[in-house]
T-cell receptor, first 115, second 116 residues
Framework: AQKITQTQPGMFVQEKEAVTLDCTYD???????LFWYKQPSSGEMIFLIY??????QNATEGRYSLNFQKARKSANLVISASQLGDSAMYFC????????????FGTGTSLTVIP | DAGVIQSPRHEVTEMGQEVTLRCKPI?????LFWYRQTMMRGLELLIY????????DSGMPEDRFSAKMPNASFSTLKIQPSEPRDSAVYFC??????????????FGEGSRLTVL
């Protein structure tokens, strides 16, 4: 089974609108970390936001927030007030400390912001 | 602090040649990962090290690939002999997992390999 599933290969959003990128994960561990990365066309991987499995509050970083629903094993990324510079690939990832801090990445979602 | 440093940034070689990619992780980080990214297969984990010890190399495609981490500040990924299907961007990433930090991966800028 896939550890991280991103079901949206591509998404479009109007500039200044909010967009949600979906991510579900699979683990039997109680302790784990969830991450989102952005990869613009220039190719670098940029860390955006982190959610720990024991964190009760949803993580927020500026215009990024993580909608963490533990029972559903989902960790959706919400980008508010989209900007043209948000156009990029977005990867959801999970770290499992009990497997030697292995990192698992999803297949990514390509986001295009339309002016 | 300097980030993860990879070299070379670009490599063009001919089939059959040996390729060595290098990585210097962030000082103090105790985990190092090698990923390969292609359009067809996305981001694939090749191997990762904890405290310089290889933990999981099940993602290494075949015996042509080998990786070493002789010390905490240096790792290499070697392909010998290289084949056109090895053309990809190879990322090195490092992390430091302790209580009180998130342990996120810091990526290098990648090494773009083209095998003709």
């Amino acid at each position: 089974a896939q550890k991280i599933t991103q079901t949206q290969p591509g998404m479009f959003v109007q500039e200044k609108e909010a967009v949600t990128l979906d991510c579900t994960y699979d683990t039997s561990d109680q302790s784990y970390g969830l991450f989102w990365y952005k990869q613009p066309s220039s190719g670098e991987m940029i860390f955006l936001i982190y959610q720990g499995s024991y964190d009760e509050q949803n993580a927020t970083e500026g215009r990024y927030s993580l909608n963490f629903q533990k029972a559903r094993k989902s960790a959706n990324l919400v980008i508010s007030a989209s900007q043209l510079g948000d156009s990029a690939m977005y990867f959801c990832a999970m770290r499992e400390p009990n497997t030697g801090n292995q990192f698992y990445f999803g297949t990514g979602t390509s986001l295009t912001v339309i002016p | 602090d300097a980030g993860v440093i990879q070299s070379p940034r670009h490599e063009v070689t001919e089939m059959g040649q040996e390729v060595t990619l290098r990585c210097k992780p962030i000082s103090g980080h105790n985990s190092l990962f090698w990923y390969r990214q292609t359009m067809m297969r996305g981001l694939e984990l090749l191997i990762y090290f904890n405290n310089n010890v290889p933990i999981d190399d099940s993602g290494m495609p075949e015996d042509r690939f080998s990786a070493k981490m002789p010390n905490a500040s240096f790792s290499t990924l070697k392909i010998q002999p290289s084949e056109p299907r090895d053309s990809a961007v190879y990322f090195c990433a490092s992390s430091r997992r302790t209580s009180g930090n998130t342990g996120e991966l810091f990526f290098g800028e990648g090494s773009r390999l083209t095998v003709l």
